[in-house]
C-alpha cells in the first residue's frame, strides 16, 4: 500500500476525537525512532486498521527487509501512534548514478485527535525520517511518492514537500479480445516465470542498459533484471504476468512488459524498450491483453511524457496524483526536479 493509500490520500485518519485511552489528549513521552524486528506485528495491525487491508509479515518483509529500506515509528508506551516508511532506489540523474527514497505507509492512529499538527506524532515521524534519509549527505540525496492534492497541499503546508509533477492515465480499448494464447515464436513473445527467469537475466540487463541511455536528461528509476524480479515476480500478494519481445536471431531482445491482468481488464505496469517505439509496444501490450480476454488496458505515465503514451487513439486523462520533491532537508532545490521523473505504474508500491 502506497504511503498516501491507493487513490493517493494520505493514510490518516482524525476520527472524531474520541478517544478511551486518552492518547490525544495526554501526547508526552512519545517515543520517536526507527523500525525494529519486534514493531513488525504492531505495524501490520496499524496498517489494518488504516487501511481495512491486511498487510502480511511476508509483505512487510518483502517491502522493508531490504537494505535500501527506511521506517520510522512512533510509541507512547506500547501503543503505535504512527508510522512513516520509505522504500529506497538507486536512479539515474540527469545520466548518473544516484539514490532516491520512495514514501511509503504513511499512518496515525485514528486515536490521535488532530494527528497531522506541528509537532504531533505524524509531524515527528516525517521529520525524523526525512532528517536523517534525505538530502546531501544522506543515504538518499531524493525523494518521492505519489499523494492526492490534498495530502500534497499538507505536506506543502507543513514543509516537507513541493509538487514538481503530476501522473496521467492512458487507456486503450480492445475491440476483439481473443479466446487463444499467445503463440509464442522463438523471436516473438515469452512470457517468463520464476522458473525460466535466470535464462533471461542478461537480456533484461541489456534492454536496461539501451532504455536508460534515452534519460541522459531525466530522472528514472534503475530497472535492471535483479529489480523486476523483486518487484513483480516475488511481491507476495499481487500476481503480474511479465513477457519478454524478442527480435530474431541477430537483433536482440526488443522489450519487456510487465501486465497486471484483472478480470477483462489489463494494466500496463513497466516496461523497457530498445528504443522510444513506444507505439509498437503498446501494440505490443494490447495484443497480449487481447488474448486474456481483457476489454481495455490502462496505465498510468508521469506528466513529462503524457506525447509519448498518447497514441493508437488511448483516452488521457489527468490524475489528482502529485509528483513530490523534499524542501525538509538541504539538498537539491524541488524546481530542479519539474517535469523529471519516468515514472509508471510499477513505480508505485501498490499498484
Same mark, same amino acid.
Given at each position: 500500500?502506497?504511503?498516501w493509500t491507493e487513490?493517493?490520500?494520505m493514510?490518516?485518519?482524525t476520527?472524531?476525537?474520541s478517544?478511551?485511552k486518552g492518547?490525544a489528549?495526554?501526547?508526552?513521552?512519545?517515543?520517536?525512532?526507527?523500525?525494529e524486528?519486534?514493531?513488525?506485528?504492531a505495524? &501490520?495491525?496499524?496498517?489494518?486498521?488504516i487501511?481495512?487491508e491486511?498487510?502480511?509479515?511476508?509483505h512487510?518483509?518483502w517491502k522493508?527487509?531490504?537494505d535500501q529500506?527506511?521506517?520510522?515509528?512512533?510509541?507512547?508506551?506500547?501503543?503505535l501512534?504512527?508510522?512513516?516508511g520509505?522504500?529506497?532506489?538507486?536512479?539515474?540523474l540527469e545520466g548518473?548514478?544516484?539514490?532516491a527514497?520512495q514514501?511509503?505507509?504513511?499512518?496515525?492512529?485514528p486515536? $490521535?485527535?488532530h494527528g497531522v499538527?506541528?509537532?504531533?506524532?505524524?509531524?515527528?515521524a516525517a521529520e525524523?525520517?526525512?532528517?536523517n534519509? $534525505?538530502?546531501?549527505?544522506k543515504p538518499?540525496?531524493?525523494?518521492?511518492g505519489?499523494p492526492?492534492e490534498?495530502?500534497?497541499g499538507?505536506?506543502?503546508?507543513?514543509?516537507?514537500f513541493?509538487? $514538481?509533477?503530476?501522473?496521467?492515465?492512458a487507456?486503450?480499448e480492445?475491440? %476483439?479480445p481473443?479466446d487463444?494464447k499467445?503463440?509464442v515464436k522463438e523471436?516473438q513473445?515469452?512470457?517468463?516465470?520464476?522458473e525460466n527467469?535466470s535464462q533471461?537475466?542478461?537480456? /533484461?540487463d541489456?534492454l536496461w542498459? #539501451?532504455?536508460?541511455?534515452l534519460?541522459?536528461?531525466k530522472?528514472i &528509476?534503475k %530497472?535492471n533484471a535483479?529489480y523486476? !524480479?523483486w !518487484?513483480f515476480l516475488?511481491?507476495?500478494? #499481487?500476481?503480474?504476468a511479465l513477457?519478454?519481445?524478442k527480435?530474431g536471431w541477430f537483433?536482440?531482445p526488443?522489450a519487456?512488459l510487465v501486465?497486471?491482468?484483472?478480470?477483462?481488464?489489463?494494466m500496463l505496469?513497466?516496461?523497457?524498450?530498445?528504443?522510444?517505439?513506444?507505439q509498437?509496444?503498446i501494440?505490443y501490450? &494490447?495484443d /497480449?491483453?487481447?488474448? #486474456?480476454n481483457?476489454? %481495455?488496458?490502462i496505465?498510468?505515465c508521469?506528466d513529462?511524457f503524457k506525447?509519448i503514451f498518447?497514441?493508437? #487513439?488511448a483516452?488521457?486523462?489527468?490524475?489528482?496524483?502529485?509528483?513530490p520533491a &523534499?524542501?525538509a532537508?538541504?539538498?537539491?532545490?524541488?524546481?530542479?526536479q %519539474?517535469?523529471?521523473?519516468?515514472?509508471m505504474?510499477g513505480d508505485?508500491?501498490?499498484?
Amino acid at each position: 500500500m502506497n504511503g498516501w493509500t491507493e487513490n493517493g490520500e494520505m493514510a490518516v485518519v482524525t476520527g472524531n476525537g474520541s478517544n478511551e485511552k486518552g492518547v490525544a489528549d495526554s501526547l508526552e513521552n512519545l517515543e520517536v525512532r526507527f523500525v525494529e524486528p519486534g514493531d513488525i506485528k504492531a505495524i &501490520c495491525g496499524l496498517f489494518k486498521k488504516i487501511f481495512n487491508e491486511d498487510m502480511s509479515e511476508a509483505h512487510w518483509h518483502w517491502k522493508y527487509d531490504k537494505d535500501q529500506s527506511r521506517a520510522v515509528v512512533v510509541y507512547m508506551g506500547d501503543d503505535l501512534l504512527a508510522h512513516y516508511g520509505g522504500v529506497g532506489t538507486d536512479i539515474l540523474l540527469e545520466g548518473k548514478q544516484s539514490t532516491a527514497m520512495q514514501i511509503t505507509d504513511l499512518m496515525v492512529d485514528p486515536v $490521535v485527535r488532530h494527528g497531522v499538527r506541528a509537532r504531533s506524532p505524524f509531524y515527528l515521524a516525517a521529520e525524523k525520517f526525512l532528517h536523517n534519509t $534525505v538530502g546531501f549527505e544522506k543515504p538518499f540525496l531524493l525523494s518521492y511518492g505519489f499523494p492526492s492534492e490534498r495530502a500534497m497541499g499538507l505536506s506543502e503546508k507543513l514543509g516537507f514537500f513541493n509538487p $514538481v509533477g503530476q501522473m496521467w492515465e492512458a487507456e486503450w480499448e480492445i475491440e %476483439k479480445p481473443v479466446d487463444e494464447k499467445i503463440t509464442v515464436k522463438e523471436n516473438q513473445i515469452v512470457e517468463l516465470t520464476a522458473e525460466n527467469y535466470s535464462q533471461y537475466e542478461k537480456d /533484461i540487463d541489456s534492454l536496461w542498459n #539501451k532504455f536508460s541511455k534515452l534519460f541522459e536528461d531525466k530522472i528514472i &528509476c534503475k %530497472k535492471n533484471a535483479e529489480y523486476f !524480479r523483486w !518487484r513483480f515476480l516475488e511481491h507476495p500478494a #499481487k500476481n503480474y504476468a511479465l513477457y519478454l519481445v524478442k527480435g530474431g536471431w541477430f537483433r536482440g531482445p526488443q522489450a519487456l512488459l510487465v501486465l497486471r491482468h484483472d478480470n477483462d481488464q489489463s494494466m500496463l505496469m513497466d516496461l523497457l524498450g530498445s528504443s522510444f517505439e513506444l507505439q509498437k509496444l503498446i501494440r505490443y501490450a &494490447c495484443d /497480449i491483453s487481447a488474448a #486474456k480476454n481483457s476489454h %481495455k488496458m490502462i496505465s498510468w505515465c508521469s506528466d513529462t511524457f503524457k506525447t509519448i503514451f498518447d497514441v493508437d #487513439k488511448a483516452k488521457m486523462k489527468l490524475l489528482p496524483i502529485i509528483i513530490p520533491a &523534499c524542501s525538509a532537508t538541504p539538498g537539491p532545490a524541488p524546481d530542479t526536479q %519539474k517535469n523529471k521523473w519516468w515514472f509508471m505504474p510499477g513505480d508505485t508500491d501498490y499498484l
